[in-house]
């Protein structure tokens, strides 16, 4: 229900802006996020925007990353600025639905060289 794409190879400093495509209309999701999973890590929550429009983002990326969403192409995005080699990782799309489910998309990869 949700397709990632605009991962890819950047070097440091670089911006890369993520796109998720979601097959529903995404106001019928409570929250949609970004996660990434990096080789040998647990998967951890990037940035998240509520149906209201509300942010939060780690504390790793804030100032750098910005997730927007787009409710007339029903798209959620992520910016990523200053890319570092430390952001290297899977980035995956998620939508927590109001009855609590959860969908995934497929993840795309995001590597940043030095």
């Known amino acids: 229900q949700l397709v990632e794409s605009g991962g890819g190879l950047v070097q440091a400093g670089g911006s890369l802006r993520l796109s998720c495509a979601a097959s529903k209309r995404i106001f019928s999701f409570r929250t949609m996020g970004w996660y990434r999973q990096a080789p040998g890590k647990q998967r951890e929550l990037v940035t998240a925007i509520t149906s209201g429009g509300s942010t939060n983002y780690a504390e790793s990326v804030k100032g750098r990353f910005t997730i927007s969403k787009s409710n007339i192409k029903n798209k959620v995005y992520l910016q990523m600025n200053s890319l570092k080699p430390d952001n290297t990782a899977v980035y995956y799309c998620?939508?927590?639905?109001?009855?609590?489910?959860?969908?995934w998309g497929q993840g795309t990869q995001v590597t940043v060289s030095s």
């Open positions: 998620d939508g927590t639905f109001y009855s609590g489910d959860i969908a």
